[in-house]
């Protein structure tokens, strides 16, 4: 009889341990640097839809995270880290996989990931590391390359949430983020001792429609959130995608999100102050339960002696609008949606406090995971490991560009397909069913008010960017996309 394997049983029976190759890739494909002594274990910590601006270590004017801010502090602060494709699923299948979307095969969130594909838990199986995947999976088809798993279903609940531990369903009682964290401190608790382990604790924290627990209920009851510099944009320097999109504060948060009736009488801008105090401190309620837990997390590996051999992250899938230019949600190339934090601890070879303003990508992670584990990146993953530039130590050939698509539309929020470049200056964004572009000089517009695109003086860079754009486009073998 066929029978799924217990979180127990699935410990004691692990595969065979792998032989780590290290075996230098050249360029930014280091791969395996010199053999080190240990091989850290590896905790991947990943919100939904956590903006670094709602991190205090990022310099958050609305909320505090002493638990994230400690391993910031005590590690390294990457200030450019972004997504190459700014929505849930595409971007967890980026992280597995080293690949953008169009090479992974999942370009928007109704696309189911296909597990038979490479992974970087996998290869770290392979290099004789105990896998774990504990909380938010969102990708249709079962987790592979874990020895253990217990995942919500879909986007999962906050109360009450059904969960499924290798493939049992479980009904469980209590709050989603304590859940997630108890499993996987009871995997650290029950690992195999006797190899190194990568965790990845994946919350569904802080996700649409952001139900705190009883301890946070009422955090910020008292206060007055201050809303964003853009808050009332109305998008008059830009095209047609940003005017159409769906997700305005004033207009688009339902009843369900802001869970009660507004009071009688509101002028609009009362009304959408309203609906925004609603949400952002539900946001930021959330938020502030994901911070506990991680505190919970990291005080369990201090009590049991892993800290110092443990690389700890943490990120979230993407950025999210906090009511900047009006907006909740993501999607967009505009920067608060394309801006991952990443912060990381590893006492062994990162200095604390250390900051890098290197461009690094979603794409990345798992190359720098492989290097870590002493195990060589392979050829057909498109992203490069960052140790180096974890460590303050930026490559002279480091990028100095990227490339970011969406693809998801017509579909919730609409909005429209877009590809673009970011450089450290400029960024040119093309909605090419529109055929309509965008050009922003960060340094002078740094909130992407207004387009330059068709100013005479931006000529060149905007000629200098579309080169750049088909150079990515060429080594990245991104297929025409015909969608509407």
């Not at 859940?179 to 401190?185: E, G, M, P, Q, S």
């Not at 999210?320 to 230019?325: I, V």
């Not at 690094?360 to 190359?367: I, K, R, S």
């Not at 340094?443 to 088909?470: C, G, M, N």
């Amino acid at each position: 009889m066929n029978r799924r394997l217990t979180r127990r049983e699935a410990l004691k029976h692990l595969g065979v341990w792998g032989a780590a190759s290290l075996v230098g890739m050249g360029g930014c494909r280091t791969g395996a640097m010199a053999a080190a002594r240990r091989r850290p274990n590896i905790v991947f910590l990943m919100a939904d839809d956590h903006a670094s601006h709602a991190m205090s270590c990022y310099g958050s004017r609305i909320n505090k995270t002493p638990n994230i801010d400690r391993i910031a502090n005590e590690g390294v602060r990457l200030n450019n880290c972004f997504c190459t494709n700014s929505i849930c699923a595409p971007s967890r299948a980026v992280i597995l996989t080293g690949k953008y979307s169009h090479k992974n095969g999942v370009l928007n969130n109704r696309l189911k990931f296909d597990g038979s594909q490479q992974t970087f838990p996998k290869l770290l199986q392979q290099a004789g590391y105990q896998t774990a995947m504990v909380g938010k999976w969102h990708l249709k088809s079962e987790p592979t390359g874990f020895d253990y798993w217990k995942i919500l279903p879909g986007q999962g609940a906050y109360h009450d949430p059904v969960m499924f531990e290798m493939g049992q369903k479980q009904n469980l009682k209590g709050y989603v983020t304590d859940l997630i964290t108890d499993a996987a401190i009871d995997f650290l608790r029950e690992r195999d001792t006797d190899k190194p382990f990568c965790l990845m604790c994946h919350h569904k924290a802080p996700h649409r429609n952001w139900q705190p627990d009883a301890a946070h209920a009422h955090m910020y009851d008292d206060a007055d959130i201050p809303t964003p510099d853009t808050f009332d944009d109305d998008y008059s320097g830009r095209g047609t995608a940003a005017k159409t999109a769906e997700m305005r504060v004033d207009e688009h948060l339902t009843p369900k999100d802001v869970k009660r009736d507004p009071p009688a009488g509101l002028s609009p801008a009362e009304l959408k102050h309203w609906k925004y105090q609603r949400y952002i401190k539900d946001y930021l309620r959330v938020i502030a339960s994901v911070d506990d837990n991680v505190g919970r997390l990291l005080d369990f590996l201090n009590e049991a002696g892993l800290a110092e051999d443990t690389v700890v992250i943490y990120t979230s899938d993407q950025g999210f609008y906090l009511g900047d230019h009006g907006w909740f949600d993501k999607r967009f190339m505009y920067e608060e949606s394309l801006r991952m934090p990443f912060v990381m601890r590893y006492p062994r070879e990162v200095r604390a406090g250390t900051t890098s303003d290197a461009m690094v990508l979603n794409v990345d992670f798992g190359p720098t995971f492989l290097d870590f584990a002493g195990a060589p990146t392979p050829d057909d993953m498109q992203g490069c490991s960052m140790r180096s530039v974890l460590r303050g130590r930026t490559p002279r050939d480091w990028r100095t560009s990227m490339y970011y698509h969406y693809y998801e539309y017509p579909a919730v929020h609409m909005v429209r397909r877009h590809y673009g470049v970011r450089t450290q200056r400029y960024k040119l964004i093309h909605y090419y069913n529109l055929k309509e572009w965008e050009l922003f000089d960060l340094e002078k517009d740094p909130h992407e008010l207004r387009s330059l695109y068709d100013d005479p003086a931006y000529s060149d860079v905007v000629t200098r960017l579309k080169q750049e754009i088909e150079r990515l486009r060429q080594e990245l073998a991104v297929p025409e996309d015909t969608g509407a």
